[in-house]
């Protein structure tokens, strides 16, 4: 019996120093995906031939504009991060499953990269916290 509460206390002296580095814990890290509603408009389309010119291919791509509002609201509103000031997206990026880019947000004056990965053909992509 002796021996069990020992070990007890030793587990939980361990478990305590283990979390006594820096005093403050680290922030969550969390990933939304958004997606797109039906009163949101469809990402942007554009045309563009093939190398016979035979044959018009559509090739669906983001809006910047739109993606800058979109990740602003989830940066302030999801995250809850304050102080956030303009946004930049690429623009015309691919509508297209596992497509990756950076936004650049500039918080509290700095400017974060902000990773969008595209979750698939219809529009939808996740957001990373800004690095």
Known sequence: MRAVRVLLLCGIGLLAAAGCDSGTPAPAVRTVTVTPSPSAPAPSSSLSSSSSGSAVVPARVFDARTMEASVGRLLADTYKIANVGT??????????????????????GAPKQ??????????????????
């Open 87 to 108: 946004i930049a997206c690429p623009d015309r990026q691919p509508v297209a499953d596992g497509t990756k880019f950076q936004c650049t947000a500039t918080i509290a």
């Open 114 to 131: 902000v990773p969008i990965t595209v979750t698939g053909a219809t529009g939808e992509y996740k957001v990373d916290p800004p690095r």
